[in-house]
Structures are given as C-alpha cells and as structure tokens.
C-alpha cells in the first residue's frame, strides 16, 4: 500500500527537483556568471580607450603615465626618465580610480 502511494507522488517530486536545478541555474547565472562577463566587458572597453598621458596601475601594482601605444603593447613612464614596457592586458585601472577606492 504504501509503495503505490510513494510512486504516485513521484510525478510531483521530479517537478520540485527540475523547478530546484532551474532554481539553482538561475541563481548562478545572475550572481557569478553575469556580472563577470560585464567585468570583463568594462575591462575591454577601457583598455581600448588607453590613450597617452593617462595614469595607470598595473595588475602587479605599478603605477604609472602611458607614454605610448604599440599594437598590444603599452609604454609607461614609472618615474622620470624610467621606461617600462607592459602588454596591454598588465594594466589593472586608472590611478584616479584605484585612488578613490582606497578613500571610499
């Protein structure tokens, strides 16, 4: 008796457990993978909006004026007279930026 009255309500248990996965998808879609992929969509748009005099930080915390722009490649001035080269993809933010941030 008791057996017939379990498989007769398994219908309504895989619909809860589908409705749960879907759940799931969708809390990870809008909490993880979307704002990641506008993270990087920000990232892209800034570092092809790079231009000459702007002041930068690298991902490993230099910071730093572009001097000039070669293809993937970025030219920074660290202090007078001193030249680092970096790809483009090195440049973590703007100054000003990481500035406020530390304010905030």
């Known amino acids: 008796m008791y057996s017939i009255l379990l498989q007769a309500g398994g219908g309504n248990s895989n619909l809860i457990n589908l409705l749960f996965i879907v759940g799931m998808v969708a809390v990870f879609y809008f909490f993880m ?6 993270k990087q969509k920000e990232q892209k748009t ?3 909006s790079l231009k000459r005099g702007d002041k930068v930080v690298t991902i490993g915390g230099l910071h730093g004026t572009v001097l000039s722009l070669e293809g993937n490649t970025v030219l920074l001035e660290a202090d007078q007279g001193v030249k680092l080269k970096f790809e483009k993809t090195a440049i973590s933010q703007e100054q000003t930026k990481s500035a406020n941030a530390k304010t905030a």
């Open 33 to 38: 993978i979307r704002p990641q992929q506008k």
């Open 46 to 48: 800034f570092l092809e």
